[in-house]
């Protein structure tokens, strides 16, 4: 296969971070992080580390592994829910049923260092405004057609579209433009809505694409294999915006059974995998499977470990806290914990009464307690939340001071804001991914009571929580992995973007988390987001009690598996013993 064209550039930041890891300026995990979105392959980081530590560090996913056996199929328990366009993805579970059919431009490994996949290399300008990346040569669609600029363009140009209703467009914010839609908000004024501003992509030949931005930002790379950024044909609108319609992609296998709420069956394509030919640990190297089965036993239920227990699957998505002990009971079972900065948020609409009133929003989330919900749901293998949704495994979070409840301070407050009886509130939650929501909401409607709040919980099916998660005064959302804080902040918090559920909007936050991401310094950029986490804090905008560890059970005939802190599936090495 050719490569693309183009010497190596080596990015002038390089230097300054391993000045930084070579004085203690940055830690190892956040120097590999930094380098590889810099351009630097990820064997080249760690080899770098290592002579800057004295230490022999190796890609630890390239590890030795028994002789793999081609053939078989990997059954797993997850839900399979509606799938139609990937752009539009808001689910985990949706992505891993197509993700080995439709391919993303880069990967972000268990190891939190991310490495190129249908572009073979990138580079950023010196003040990251532009990114290039250099598509690898010789990939053809299961339709025959070459993989070639066309179609990243053509990606990127829908994601930003409004009408496409994409949550990419809060990770690609700063391609971006606000322009008046002609409608009018309540008030008479122009309402205004977000597009891809001219010229913010660009093709410069068949196999290389350049990104303009309106300002620096350097999680590029990373956000490119955010679920929702799989990369489609250039004709997928031709052919409905569906992935069951037009099952075309570039990966190794494609959809041949597909039943919502029941299964989704993966074949290999009857072509070569352009990928066999890469030394790559996770994309790379002969693929073994024959085929991947996904059975649908509900959303982290006793049933997806019931159907490992009895050999219905080889392995789940994932299982809940209270089946650890009987998991680790199966014979031949291997449980994988995963460090995480997955959470739930009891978030509140900030234009819907009473959550329009910053009091009242402030007394709500006085009343919360984090500290005693790891230890309540998950036996102490959680994380105390802080209410700003940054987590303390992401490389940028800033310790800020504690907080602390104040049942008196909420009561004043309610009364300030006309409500000196207290007020009753009703929370939906749809356990989208376990009981354990139901449960803090439980608690903190114990919390909520001495201030004269009374909560009722309204408890729905998942797939109808999921249907006006979006659109409820006050729920309770499930908020997957993340590996950057930044990512999570603009996906769910910048004005105006589709996946602003409290639909909050503050230019002074939307300011300060564009500062934030402009930084590629270290301890500088933990200083700025300081200010961005204070103003969403401060703002009351969500109760997030915890964070949360992630568990899944697999059986030790499945080999090289590595479980993905966001639940991402990459089976290409996985291979299953006899």
Same mark, same amino acid.
């Given at each position: /296969?050719?490569?693309?064209?183009?010497?190596?550039?080596?990015?002038?930041?390089?230097?300054?971070?391993? @000045?930084?890891?070579?004085?203690?300026?940055?830690?190892?995990?956040?120097?590999?992080?930094?380098?590889?979105?810099? *351009?630097?392959?990820?064997?080249?980081?760690?080899?770098?580390?290592?002579?800057?530590?004295?230490?022999?560090?190796?890609?630890?996913?390239?590890?030795?592994? #028994?002789?793999?056996?081609?053939?078989?199929?990997?059954?797993?328990?997850?839900?399979?829910?509606?799938?139609?366009?990937?752009?539009? %993805?808001? +689910?985990t579970e949706k992505s891993n049923c197509v993700r080995h059919m439709i391919e993303y431009?880069?990967?972000? *490994?268990?190891?939190?260092?991310?490495?190129?996949?249908?572009?073979?290399?990138?580079?950023?300008?010196?003040?990251?405004?532009?990114?290039?990346?250099?598509?690898?040569?010789?990939?053809?669609?299961?339709?025959?057609?070459?993989?070639?600029?066309?179609? &990243?363009?053509?990606?990127?140009?829908?994601?930003?579209?409004?009408?496409?209703?994409?949550?990419?467009?809060?990770?690609?914010?700063?391609?971006?433009? @606000?322009?008046?839609?002609?409608?009018?908000?309540?008030?008479?004024?122009?309402?205004?809505?977000?597009?891809?501003?001219?010229?913010?992509?660009?093709?410069?030949?068949?196999?290389?694409?350049?990104?303009?931005?309106?300002?620096?930002?350097?999680? =590029?790379?990373?956000?490119?294999?955010?679920?929702?950024?799989?990369?489609?044909?250039?004709?997928?609108?031709?052919?409905?915006?569906?992935?069951?319609?037009?099952?075309?992609?570039?990966?190794?296998?494609?959809?041949? @059974?597909?039943?919502?709420?029941?299964?989704? =069956?993966?074949?290999? &394509?009857?072509?070569?995998? +352009?990928?066999?030919?890469?030394?790559?640990?996770? =994309?790379?190297?002969? =693929?073994?499977? #024959?085929?991947?089965?996904?059975?649908?036993?509900?959303?982290?239920?006793?049933?997806? !470990?019931?159907?490992?227990?009895?050999?219905?699957?080889? $392995?789940? %998505?994932?299982?809940?806290?209270?089946?650890?002990?009987?998991?680790?009971? &199966?014979?031949?079972?291997?449980?994988?914990?995963?460090?995480?900065?997955?959470?739930?948020?009891?978030? /509140?609409? &900030?234009?819907?009464?009473?959550?329009?009133?910053?009091?009242?929003?402030?007394?709500?989330?006085?009343?919360?307690?984090?500290?005693?919900?790891?230890?309540?749901?998950?036996? *102490?293998?959680?994380?105390?939340?802080?209410?700003?949704?940054?987590?303390?495994?992401?490389?940028?979070?800033?310790?800020?001071?504690?907080?602390?409840?104040?049942?008196? @301070?909420?009561?004043?407050?309610?009364?300030?804001?006309?409500?000196?009886?207290?007020?009753?509130?009703?929370?939906?939650?749809?356990?989208?991914?376990?009981?354990?929501?139901?449960?803090?909401?439980?608690?903190?409607?114990?919390? !909520?009571?001495p201030a004269g709040i009374r909560l009722n919980i309204n408890v729905m099916p998942a797939?109808?929580?999921?249907?006006? +998660?979006?659109?409820?005064?006050? *729920?309770?959302?499930?908020?997957?992995?993340?590996?950057?804080?930044?990512?999570?902040?603009?996906?769910?918090y910048r004005c105006g973007v589709p996946w602003n559920e409290t639909h909050y909007c503050?230019?002074?936050?939307?300011?300060?988390?564009?500062?934030?991401?402009?930084?590629?310094?270290?301890?500088?950029?933990?200083?700025? $987001?300081?200010?961005?986490?204070?103003?969403?804090?401060?703002?009351?905008?969500?109760?997030?009690?915890? +964070?949360?560890?992630?568990?899944?059970?697999?059986?030790?005939?499945?080999?090289?598996?590595?479980?993905?802190?966001?639940?991402?599936?990459?089976?290409?090495?996985?291979?299953?013993?006899?």
């Amino acid at each position: /296969m050719a490569r693309a064209t183009g010497a190596r550039r080596i990015h002038p930041l390089v230097r300054r971070m391993k @000045e930084q890891l070579a004085t203690g300026g940055c830690d190892r995990r956040e120097f590999l992080r930094t380098v590889a979105l810099l *351009g630097v392959s990820a064997p080249a980081a760690y080899a770098m580390a290592g002579r800057i530590l004295g230490e022999n560090l190796v890609d630890p996913l390239q590890a030795a592994q #028994d002789t793999p056996r081609k053939g078989g199929i990997l059954r797993v328990s997850m839900p399979v829910p509606e799938i139609k366009d990937p752009a539009t %993805f808001d +689910w985990t579970e949706k992505s891993n049923c197509v993700r080995h059919m439709i391919e993303y431009l880069t990967y972000t *490994g268990p190891d939190n260092v991310t490495r190129p996949y249908l572009a073979e290399r990138w580079e950023a300008s010196d003040d990251l405004t532009q990114w290039t990346f250099y598509l690898r040569r010789g990939i053809r669609w299961h339709n025959g057609d070459s993989f070639n600029a066309d179609d &990243v363009v053509f990606n990127f140009t829908r994601w930003l579209d409004p009408a496409t209703g994409s949550s990419n467009q809060g990770l690609f914010a700063a391609m971006t433009e @606000e322009y008046e839609t002609g409608e009018k908000n309540e008030d008479g004024s122009p309402k205004m809505g977000k597009r891809m501003r001219a010229g913010a992509v660009e093709k410069l030949d068949d196999y290389t694409v350049r990104l303009n931005l309106s300002r620096p930002v350097l999680s =590029i790379p990373e956000n490119l294999f955010n679920y929702p950024t799989a990369i489609v044909h250039r004709d997928f609108d031709r052919n409905g915006a569906d992935v069951l319609a037009f099952r075309v992609g570039t990966g190794p296998y494609t959809i041949a @059974e597909f039943a919502v709420g029941e299964k989704c =069956i993966l074949e290999r &394509v009857d072509q070569p995998y +352009w990928g066999e030919e890469l030394d790559d640990p996770f =994309i790379g190297g002969p =693929i073994y499977l #024959d085929e991947i089965h996904y059975y649908d036993h509900g959303p982290a239920s006793a049933a997806q !470990l019931a159907a490992f227990a009895s050999g219905q699957v080889d $392995m789940t %998505f994932e299982i809940g806290k209270d089946s650890l002990q009987m998991a680790q009971s &199966v014979p031949g079972a291997v449980l994988y914990e995963v460090t995480t900065a997955r959470t739930g948020v009891m978030r /509140m609409q &900030v234009d819907r009464k009473p959550f329009d009133d910053l009091r009242v929003r402030r007394a709500i989330q006085l009343c919360c307690d984090a500290k005693v919900y790891p230890e309540l749901v998950y036996l *102490g293998r959680g994380t105390v939340g802080e209410h700003h949704h940054v987590s303390p495994i992401h490389p940028e979070y800033f310790p800020l001071p504690p907080f602390e409840p104040n049942v008196e @301070e909420a009561r004043s407050l309610l009364a300030e804001a006309g409500y000196p009886d207290g007020l009753e509130l009703t929370i939906d939650v749809g356990n989208t991914n376990g009981p354990w929501q139901q449960q803090v909401c439980e608690i903190f409607r114990e919390q !909520l009571a001495p201030a004269g709040i009374r909560l009722n919980i309204n408890v729905m099916p998942a797939p109808q929580y999921w249907e006006i +998660w979006d659109k409820t005064p006050f *729920g309770m959302t499930a908020w997957t992995h993340r590996p950057l804080g930044t990512m999570v902040l603009s996906l769910g918090y910048r004005c105006g973007v589709p996946w602003n559920e409290t639909h909050y909007c503050n230019k002074a936050f939307d300011e300060a988390l564009d500062a934030a991401e402009s930084t590629v310094d270290v301890a500088e950029r933990r200083k700025l $987001m300081e200010k961005v986490e204070r103003i969403l804090q401060q703002d009351a905008v969500i109760v997030q009690p915890l +964070w949360q560890p992630s568990f899944t059970v697999a059986a030790e005939k499945v080999k090289n598996f590595h479980a993905h802190p966001t639940q991402y599936h990459l089976f290409h090495r996985v291979w299953v013993d006899a």
